[in-house]
């Protein structure tokens, strides 16, 4: 069974830092492309990162490269969110997915194709 869960959410302060991981469970993260996204109430879900696994490159979002890091390790099938500088606009439930097609590439724009998702963990940016 393909599942993903996140961990690691919390309530910080502004240009703190977080680290949220997404373990993953029957499938090998090198394979597949994978996101991390983010939400608002009421807005549109948002990319964050992605990896494909098609050409092996990753993407950030404008609005995090220079502050987000992601990083895996691969004996644990775990993929980290390192989130320095944190500003009140990151505030957001985040999310990884997974494109479960081997081989899988980004979605071009949105999240299409990146069809399991886990419960997402809730991030709170605020003094």
């Known amino acids: 069974q393909v599942q993903l869960v996140e961990s690691g959410g919390g309530l910080v302060q502004p240009g703190g830092s977080l680290r949220l991981s997404c373990a993953a469970s029957?499938?090998?993260?090198?394979?597949?492309?994978i996101g991390w996204f983010r939400q608002v109430p009421g807005k549109e879900r948002e990319g964050v990162w992605c990896f494909s696994a098609s050409n092996g490159r990753t993407y950030y979002a404008d609005s995090v490269k220079g502050r987000f890091t992601v990083s895996r390790d691969n004996a644990k099938n775990t993929l980290y969110l390192q989130m320095n500088s944190l500003k009140p606009e990151d505030t957001a439930v985040y999310y990884c997915a997974a494109n479960p097609n081997f081989g899988s590439s980004c979605p071009n724009s949105g999240h299409s194709g990146m069809d399991v998702w886990g419960k997402g963990t809730l991030v709170t940016v605020s003094s």
């Open positions: 029957g499938f090998t993260l090198d394979y597949y492309a």
